[in-house]
């Protein structure tokens, strides 16, 4: 674009009148030429030329301002005085329009798929241990330039996007800095912001460099999909909502700092350097965008508590601390270091949440109230989403290991479990309250245990349960690691001893009506066994039998391995002892009347129908006659 017309070079003793005339042609509320056209936007003489104009006109104004000229040139100077403060004037306006103008046309559209996926492989480079000092986004990166006036900032260069430019960052752990403006445009706002700051200037300056970038960060958070939102909007979200949200913003929240945040403050520092107090500049630019990006933890870590809250706050305080050097590190400065300490407490309350969901839930899963038993004996609600819990804890040991200080409270409630805490020695606290939660899963289940009428059904449910406890706790390494296989052999105790318990609960009963005692009779005209007698036995058997297939085949062991094992066992007492009553008295029953109401069943018979026992569901006993 060509300048005014008659635009006219400085004349090499840089005369006063000259830089006026340069300045004026350049005045905007004058000129409605120069009112439609931008110095930056012309060839790179214009430009040279009005930043010498400038330059004079600073020069002459300080120079008028300290002489101290004879009294019969008072009035020559004051009019000198009065044209190049008046030409100055000018000037900063034309300077602070231009700012502006390359600012807008500067302001880039991120491409938020493009920044996750870089964001991404930083935070991976930065796990394994490598830098990457020259990677950018374009093929090759440049080394960077902070000077050197370059080519122009153009009007098209606006329309470019960060992801196709080719960018200078530097690697600092996770932080991966890019150019937000081209370097070009940089010298050219730099040579700007020099001049305005030289005349007095700083403030305007600094305010419409915050008002454009201020717009262009709240941009910048749209796209990443940071929207404003209260704390009490937050709270009076669903929770499901929420845990969708949390995803979003630690995602988000690493781009921002990493990225964002520490590319707007290169740039500050590139434009400003201390004496104009840069940090001021960053913080005007970014003090409301980082208070959005902060109030979605906060409302969290003040949100009512609940068991399943925890492990997404314990995402949010992974990536809160897995951020916080990051944050020191960009907001390092006086005026700055308030964020750094804001999100420092967000981190801090929401490591007291995590801890105080765990102790709530030790106490919910206590006194955990229902008393209807579930059918069959399965395995409880409560203790699927207890051991769950405890496995998802287990996921987050690391965590947890910094945050869980203290030993569980345990009480002295005579209504609550006892723990022995010398059996345990040498456990960490996080272990300790992972015990303790199942000791009081243990205790919540003896007790639901006393609402099943049949004290053999009892001993099922407790079997099912704490063989559950063990199978869950084996099946994951570190939990395994936690809990210890001395605390894990006190288990497997207590679920054989239930097994042990049922069996004698339901078999005693039936294996004692296949004694001899009270069959064998002697008498003055005969001796041998009772054939009545007899009869009535293998009656109380068949009818014991059937009752106790037509219940147990109903009852539930969920595990297979543990189901075959129950029924070998059974098996074992049982076939036995069934065969050799069989076979011992199977002829007196024969000889008789009606054999077949009372020999009902083979001793394959029962090999058979053992299988029914705990599916879950009826069988009809299916038998040969004998």
Not at 152 to 157: F, I, L, M, N
Request: with cysteine; net charge negative.
């Amino acid at each position: 674009m060509e300048p005014p017309e008659n635009s006219v070079g400085l004349d090499s003793d840089g005369s006063l009148e000259t830089a006026e005339r340069i300045i004026l042609r350049w005045d905007s509320t004058a000129s409605e030429e120069a009112r439609g056209k931008m110095i930056f936007q012309s060839d790179r003489d214009e430009v040279d030329r009005f930043l010498r104009a400038v330059d004079e006109i600073q020069r002459s104004v300080s120079s008028l301002s300290f002489s101290s000229p004879p009294s019969s040139s008072f009035a020559a100077v004051d009019d000198q005085e009065v044209k190049a403060n008046s030409a100055l004037q000018i000037a900063m306006a034309r300077l602070e329009e231009e700012f502006r103008n390359i600012l807008l046309s500067q302001t880039s559209v991120f491409e938020p798929d493009s920044l996750f996926l870089e964001e991404s492989s930083v935070s991976s480079r930065a796990e394994t241990g490598e830098e990457d000092s020259t990677s950018g986004y374009g093929d090759v990166a440049e080394e960077e330039d902070g000077s050197g006036s370059g080519s122009g900032s153009g009007s098209g260069s606006g329309s470019s996007r960060l992801t196709r430019r080719r960018s200078s960052y530097r690697s600092t752990s996770s932080i991966r800095e890019m150019d937000l403006i081209s370097p070009e445009a940089v010298s050219d706002l730099r040579s700007i912001v020099q001049r305005m700051v030289a005349a007095g200037y700083s403030r305007e300056c600094i305010q419409v460099y915050g008002n454009v970038r201020k717009s262009a960060m709240e941009t910048i958070f749209k796209q990443l999909g940071i929207v404003k939102i209260s704390i009490g909007d937050v709270q009076r979200l669903e929770w499901e909502a929420v845990e969708v949200k949390i995803r979003r913003w630690i995602r988000a929240a690493k781009v921002c700092i990493r990225i964002v945040f520490s590319s707007e403050k290169r740039l500050c520092s590139q434009l400003f350097d201390a004496a104009m107090d840069e940090d001021t500049c960053f913080m005007e630019t970014v003090k409301t965008s980082a208070l959005r990006l902060f109030t979605f933890p906060e409302a969290i870590s003040i949100s009512r508590r609940s068991p399943e809250k925890l492990f997404k706050i314990l995402d949010l305080h992974d990536a809160m601390a897995d951020m916080m050097p990051d944050i020191e590190a960009i907001f390092d400065s006086d005026s700055s270091h308030a964020v750094y300490v804001q999100a420092g407490e967000i981190q801090t309350r929401l490591a007291e949440a995590a801890r105080g969901i765990l102790s709530e839930f030790e106490n919910a899963v206590l006194r955990e109230p229902s008393v209807v038993p579930v059918p069959g004996g399965t395995i409880h609600p409560l203790t699927r989403y207890v051991m769950n819990y405890i496995s998802l804890i287990s996921d987050y040991k690391q965590t947890l290991n910094d945050l869980i200080m203290s030993d569980p409270s345990t009480g002295s409630d005579p209504n609550t479990p006892v723990m022995d805490f010398t059996e345990l020695e040498g456990k960490s606290p996080l272990a300790l309250h992972l015990i303790w939660l199942i000791m009081v899963l243990h205790f919540n289940l003896e007790e639901k245990s006393h609402h099943y009428r049949d004290t053999s059904l009892a001993h099922i449910f407790i079997m099912n349960n704490i063989h559950y406890i063990v199978q869950k706790v084996k099946g994951s390494p570190e939990l395994r690691e936690m809990i210890g296989d001395h605390y894990l052999r006190k288990l497997t105790g207590i679920f054989r001893h239930a097994a042990t318990n049922y069996q004698r609960s339901t078999w005693v009963r039936v294996l004692n009506s296949l004694r001899d005692e009270g069959l064998h009779v002697t008498g003055s005209f005969s001796s041998g066994v009772s054939r009545s007698a007899l009869r009535e036995r293998f009656k109380a058997f068949n009818a014991m039998f059937e009752e106790v297939h037509r219940t147990q085949s109903t009852w539930s062991v969920p595990d297979a391995q543990l189901r075959e094992e129950l029924r070998i066992s059974l098996s074992e007492h049982l076939i036995p002892a069934y065969r050799s009553f069989l076979g011992r008295f199977r002829g007196h029953i024969e000889s008789g009347r009606h054999p077949e109401n009372y020999l009902k069943y083979s001793v394959e018979d029962i090999e058979r129908i053992v299988l029914d026992f705990f599916e879950g569901y009826a069988h009809p006993p299916n038998v040969r006659r004998r």
